[in-house]
T-cell receptor, first 111, second 112 residues
Framework: AQRVTQPEKLLSVFKGAPVELKCNYS??????LFWYVQYSRQRLQLLLR??SRESIKGFTADLNKGETSFHLKKPFAQEEDSAMYYC?????????????FGQGTILTVHP | EPEVTQTPSHQVTQMGQEVILRCVPI?????FYWYRQILGQKVEFLVS????????KSEIFDDQFSVERPDGSNFTLKIRSTKLEDSAMYFC??????????FGPGTRLTVL
């Protein structure tokens, strides 16, 4: 069974502080991992996928297969980063595309 | 930039009534999905659809649920006899073969 855990429901930081949103997963095989973001009153949108190894809006995430983690990091948080963040996993093969989401973390960046 | 659209944005219905939630995926996408999110809970996969048939469904997607792509552009989710616990936000998503999923804005379903 595939499972995604985001241990923090709420995370508050001040502007300019580093931020790390934690994500751990369980999957027997090599999954594909994603971070989705949902700004207030907007749709879910892709922030990062691990295979692209991009940095989007200053965020990065590294897949750690040993620790089965995919934590999202940003060195200097901005107020506009305040949003709900979801970690998600897709299996391979016939289950590719079916996303399993974590509970989400609400990030609040204070001025 | 093309977007997935969903209608209506909010649907209120009485328990036992049928509802149809509509989605228009991005035009060149081939894979279609429905997810739901009960208030305060995680986003859950309901069903995936490809080549005019269901490719995978979750245990939530029981006989009360069905999906259809009636005209090559719309993708619908029907709930035959709604229950109180069907109240949730329903998201449609679509993708090409290799790309990630693009989500619609959601339909909030309230069952009274």
């Amino acid at each position: 069974a595939q499972r995604v855990t985001q241990p923090e429901k709420l995370l508050s930081v001040f502007k300019g502080a580093p931020v790390e949103l934690k994500c751990n997963y369980s999957y027997s095989g090599s999954p594909e991992l994603f971070w989705y973001v949902q700004y207030s009153r907007q749709r879910l949108q892709l922030l990062l996928r691990h295979i692209s190894r991009e940095s989007i809006k200053g965020f990065t995430a590294d897949l750690n297969k040993g620790e089965t983690s995919f934590h999202l990091k940003k060195p200097f948080a901005q107020e506009e980063d305040s949003a709900m963040y979801y970690c998600a996993l897709s299996g391979r093969g016939t289950s590719y595309g079916k996303l399993t989401f974590g509970q989400g973390t609400i990030l609040t960046v204070h001025p | 930039e093309p977007e997935v659209t969903q209608t209506p944005s909010h649907q209120v219905t009485q328990m036992g009534q049928e509802v149809i939630l509509r989605c228009v995926p991005i035009s060149n996408h081939l894979y279609f999905y429905w997810y739901r999110q009960i208030l305060g809970q995680k986003v859950e996969f309901l069903v995936s659809f490809y080549n005019n048939e269901i490719s995978e469904k979750s245990e939530i997607f029981d006989d009360q649920f069905s999906v259809e792509r009636p005209d090559g552009s719309n993708f619908t989710l029907k709930i035959r006899s709604t229950k109180l616990e069907d109240s949730a936000m329903y998201f449609c998503a679509s993708r090409t073969i290799t790309d990630t999923q693009y989500f619609g804005p959601g339909t909030r379903l309230t069952v009274l």
